[in-house]
């Protein structure tokens, strides 16, 4: 197959879709820090995560050791309708950019959740339902993960209750909509609804919100509702585990033209779309079958793996959830409000913060303003509109594809579009006005927030 033209878009059968998810963890030499309770500070048990959690969702969190986990045929009948998503091989911009790179890009956008997120979402419900709960409730940042399980949670008549922080409730009033048009209800926070939101407008009135602080509410809300169980769209081992779907299809897509890749790029948020389209390659390089440069890449102005401290953390600005050990700014972190709402945590998946510490993995952070330009180079070449979270990727893929014409390797490059960028247009409207900010925390503000960091030993 080698000598075959690369067609502009690879995609699989149905029947070659993946019919279990990866558990990279499996692989790992140096697992991933247990998550711990933040009053005893042992290990967090099933049993105290089950107030918080749905059962089987623990039990895709805590292990470490199975390999694969079968994708239950109701979830696989879902994914059919929106997957295989394509790898698409970007001719059109190589040719503008004038480089001899090979560039590809798995598009998680084709759905009307519009990003990625759906993966799992659809899987939580599933796992939510089947447990006889009567609903979910969840945060969201940009509001891809509240539209996402606002869709799953009708596929599976489920209520949703959605904490959205509250600078993109009030940026993207339509994705608030398409939520409740999934019948979702979506609350701005902080909020006055719970003890958590009313302290922390307290202390810090006018605040325009962070992830951090909506997790918090919906886990306050999720523990004092019976039947309702809290669930989180990135950061955590399961998610991370849905979301191998996606290098799943990518490794199949390029195995099918005996494509290997040099460098695999992805934007990092929580980390979870990172870590799902990196997972089976990390996992050959983990059992030393092939290597590959894999970079993540983040806000610079939210620069947890650049610029934070591999501890132990709270998840939340409320500190109610389990202790994590991850790369994080402090729990308190409040970023600038910039554009790619989908990259403002504070923390990282603690799968990834393992293997970015164990130098598996490079991370760098790119400014805001960058990011715009490369997301319009990006439109105007290959037609996509992309999310913004999206764009942090399609940077540095083409920064990589730069450095190839300046040397004139002709190196293969894959990154993750995760998402469009429709509910995105106050944030392109800001760019093209001239009008956006590159905030980048000072080195007293990062270390301010360090200081509050648990004491765990
Ligand atoms: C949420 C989101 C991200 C970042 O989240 P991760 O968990 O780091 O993947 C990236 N892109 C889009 C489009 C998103 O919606």
Not at 84 to 91: D, G, I, K, Q
Request: aromatic fraction near 10%; glycine fraction near 8%; charge should be negative.
């Amino acid at each position: 197959m080698a000598n075959e033209k690369i067609p502009y878009k690879i995609y699989l059968e149905e029947s070659e879709m993946p019919k279990a998810w990866y558990n990279l963890r499996a692989d790992m030499k140096n697992k991933p820090a247990p998550l711990l309770n933040p009053a005893t500070h042992q290990p967090m048990k099933a049993e105290e995560l089950a107030p918080v959690f749905c059962e089987e969702l623990i039990k895709q969190e805590l292990d470490n050791d199975t390999k694969f986990f079968p994708i239950p045929e109701e979830i696989r009948n879902f994914y059919k309708m929106y997957r295989p998503s394509p790898l698409v091989r970007a001719y059109c911009l190589e040719e503008k950019l004038g480089t001899p790179a090979k560039i590809y890009y798995k598009f998680e956008g084709n759905n009307t959740s519009g990003s990625h997120k759906l993966n799992s979402a659809i899987a939580q419900a599933y796992y939510a339902k089947k447990q006889g709960l009567k609903g979910v409730t969840t945060e969201t940042g940009a509001g891809q993960w509240g539209t996402a399980l606002s869709m799953a949670c009708a596929y599976f008549d489920l209520d949703c209750k959605v904490y959205m922080v509250k600078v993109s409730y009030e940026q993207k009033p339509f994705r608030r909509e398409v939520m409740r048009t999934y019948g979702a209800s979506v609350t701005p926070s902080p909020s006055m609804d719970t003890q958590v939101g009313r302290k922390i407008l307290a202390e810090h009135p006018g605040t325009t919100g962070s992830l951090g602080c909506a997790i918090s509410e919906a886990v306050e809300v999720a523990t004092s509702s019976e039947g309702y169980r809290y669930v989180l769209g990135s950061v955590l081992n399961q998610v991370l585990l849905h979301q191998s779907v996606i290098g799943l299809e990518t490794k199949a897509a390029l195995d099918k033209y005996g494509i290997k890749p040099d460098i695999i790029i992805g934007c990092a948020g929580g980390g979870s779309n990172l870590g799902g389209l990196i997972a089976p390659f990390m996992g050959e390089k983990l059992r030393g079958e092939a290597d590959y440069r894999i970079v993540a890449v983040e806000p610079a102005s939210c620069p947890s793996l650049t610029r934070g401290k591999y501890a132990y953390d709270f998840c939340d600005t409320g500190m109610v959830c389990p202790l994590a050990k991850m790369y994080t700014l402090g729990s308190g972190f409040i970023p600038a409000p910039n554009h790619a709402g989908g990259l403002r945590y504070h923390g990282m998946s603690s799968t990834l913060s393992q293997l970015y510490d164990d130098g598996l993995m490079e991370a760098t952070s790119v400014p805001q303003t960058a990011v715009f330009e490369a997301a319009e180079y990006f439109a105007r070449a290959e037609g996509i509109l992309p999310a913004p979270e999206s764009s942090h990727a399609i940077k540095v893929a083409m920064d990589e594809a730069i450095k190839c014409k300046e040397t004139g390797e002709e190196k293969t490059i894959v990154f993750g579009l995760t998402g469009t960028g429709y509910f995105d247009m106050v944030a392109y409207e800001k760019f093209h006005d001239g009008k956006m900010d590159d905030y980048i925390p000072t080195d007293e503000e990062i270390a301010a927030n360090f200081a509050k960091l648990p004491k765990v030993d």
